[in-house]
């Protein structure tokens, strides 16, 4: 990226995430990044860890930065993009992984013809297994996207979609991972009521999730695919199998996005 600055607004989880992601990489030197968060505390103690600048405000954040990252949570960015929209020249424009906060509404905040980009990532992103789409504002061109495209595949995978799609990323990659971890603990204490021990089966479950997870993305091949491959005639993944298919558990699963994808558009819009 450059000689770029990148300032970032907000440090929480995401966002030390996506510090310790782009700074480890070796995608951005830890010179060219600035901060500022309420956290005074956290804030010291990552600029002390990472080489980070701290600011003292927002408004000195944008302006010695190129990029904004907003990482900050949807009900306080509209009270900091008032407090920053004066600091807010041309060239500079923002990133934003406010969730349910569309493009439209940022712009509206800003400087006219201030690019904007709206980002979902997911919690993984903390281990660098991230999910995270992108969708570009109106003034934002393939050059932001590429360059949001190329700070957050340091914390895992990266897709660019429309933005008419953010409700079903937010209820597939966003919300995914608690559904995911619920089958995880689900096979946890299956195990365990089938004599393991619980560390045993936390390593067992969680370690078959992450192993099929590689497979589904690395072989190129259907899922039914993969799993036919494991199923046997008569066998004991059958007989598992169809003990999940009566029980509606696919079924159970999808419905569970949709609500999830519902949920999201009425927050959007609220």
């Known amino acids: 990226m450059g000689e770029e600055k990148l300032g970032f607004i907000g440090v929480g989880n995401m966002g030390e995430a996506l510090l310790r992601g782009i700074i480890g990489s070796g995608k951005m030197s830890s010179l060219n990044i600035l ?6 505390e956290k804030l010291e103690r990552l600029c002390g860890e990472l080489g980070i600048k701290r600011t003292k405000d927002n408004c000195e954040l944008v302006g010695n930065s190129d990029i904004i990252l907003l990482a900050v949570k949807p009900n306080v960015i509209k009270s900091i993009l008032v407090e920053i929209s004066q600091a807010f020249i ?3 424009w923002c990133i934003s992984i406010a969730a349910g906060v569309s493009t439209d509404f940022i712009e509206g905040c800003l400087l006219p013809g201030s690019p904007v980009v709206r980002v979902m990532p997911n919690t993984p992103a903390m281990v660098y297994e991230g999910m995270t789409a992108i969708c570009p504002g109106r003034s934002a061109g393939d050059e932001h996207l590429q360059k949001v495209k190329h700070i957050f595949q340091s914390v895992g995978k990266v897709v660019i979609l429309q933005e008419k799609l953010m409700d079903a990323v ?12 619920l089958m995880i603990e689900s096979l946890i204490d299956a195990g365990v009521q089938l004599g393991l021990s619980r560390s045993d089966a936390v390593i067992m479950a969680s370690q078959t999730f992450l192993g099929a997870s590689k497979m589904a993305l690395e072989s190129g091949e259907h899922p039914a695919v993969l799993k036919n491959r494991v199923t046997s005639p008569a066998g004991t993944t059958a007989a598992g199998l169809y003990e999940l298919e009566k029980n509606r558990v696919r079924a159970a699963i999808i419905d569970a996005v949709v609500a999830a994808a519902t949920r999201s558009k009425q927050m959007t819009s609220s």
């Open 35 to 40: 901060a500022n968060d309420i956290d005074t």
């Open 90 to 92: 041309k060239p500079k």
């Open 170 to 181: 937010t209820a597939l990659s966003g919300s995914g991972p608690a559904f995911v971890f």
